[in-house]
């Protein structure tokens, strides 16, 4: 009930489910096949057979934007959870174990101070465009932001007492992990979950927009925004329908971050209150 109670959980719920489900249904929903050429239709606005118009090769826009949904829902769940479950397996490790916060921070640090989009970019010239190298080429820049967020909570759940007690008693270091300290870094971790999602659906589109991202062959909002450079003056729609898209998803994801993070941590959305 307090989720349902919150706007912004409520709206970009509401939001994600709905592309959710267009993505699931799209061979329901789509009118033409995505990747099928018909060159006398190129460049046709918006009608009542082709809802979002047709780009420069004939293509339907509308069913290469409910099938471009399919890789940016797909590419920000993966690079979500495998960047958290890392994330937390190094900060627990580096927070916990003295002997390890060193070396293994130092290699967060190295890895945070390459920038994203140019790791990236590096990482698929190198092993080709794939979903999966995509995918692997987003989590890597990940997964620091997640392991320093763990590592935070970790130092700071250490010192409770009742930590100190259950090592004091004996208690086994997984049994002692999975009992008193990952309680305490879930509510956060879920949190970060969902700015991780956002952040990785922007990045593939800024990739495929470069053209160093999901092939070209395969509809994605990027490609088809990268596609429409060309006609921007004449055709604004290739661009217009794959850009609205692309920024509810990634705004929808953000505000259930942000609603996620005011009922998980009262202390927080009581603190931002007093202040508004």
């Not at 967060?108 to 920038?115: E, K, L, N, S």
């Not at 999966?132 to 590592?151: C, G, M, Q």
């Not at 979950?193 to 070209?216: C, N, Q, R």
């Amino acid at each position: 009930m307090r989720l349902l109670r919150n706007p912004s959980v409520l709206f970009g719920a509401l939001v994600l489910l709905a592309l959710a489900l267009a993505a699931l249904a799209a061979p329901l929903l789509h009118t033409v096949d995505p990747v099928q050429l018909t060159p006398r239709l190129r460049l046709k606005p918006p009608t009542a057979d082709h809802w979002f118009g047709t780009d420069g090769f004939g293509r339907d826009l509308w069913s290469r934007v409910i099938y471009g949904a399919r890789v940016s829902l797909a590419i920000g769940a993966m690079v979500s959870v495998v960047a958290v479950l890392l994330g937390l397996a190094i900060g627990l490790g580096a927070g916990f174990v003295r002997w390890l916060d060193g070396p293994v921070m130092r290699v967060m640090d190295g890895i945070m101070a390459i920038p994203a989009i140019l790791l990236a970019i590096a990482m698929v010239s190198l092993n080709g465009a794939s979903l999966i190298t995509v995918a692997v080429a987003i989590v890597i820049p990940e997964i620091p932001r997640v392991a320093r967020l763990v590592r935070s909570v970790v130092l700071s759940v250490r010192e409770e007492p009742y930590v100190e007690a259950a090592m004091g008693m004996g208690t086994r270091l997984p049994r002692l992990l999975w009992r008193h300290v990952l309680p305490n870094t879930l509510a956060p971790l879920v949190v970060q979950g969902t700015y991780v999602a956002a952040s990785a659906i922007l990045t593939e589109a800024i990739l495929s927009f470069l053209g160093a991202g999901i092939p070209t062959e395969i509809p994605s909002w990027g490609n088809a925004m990268a596609e429409g450079r060309a006609y921007f003056q004449i055709a604004p729609w290739i661009i217009l329908f794959p850009g609205l898209c692309l920024a509810a998803t990634v705004l929808a994801v953000n505000l259930l971050g942000d609603g996620l993070r005011d009922l998980l941590d009262p202390r927080l959305a009581k603190s931002v209150r007093s202040f508004r």
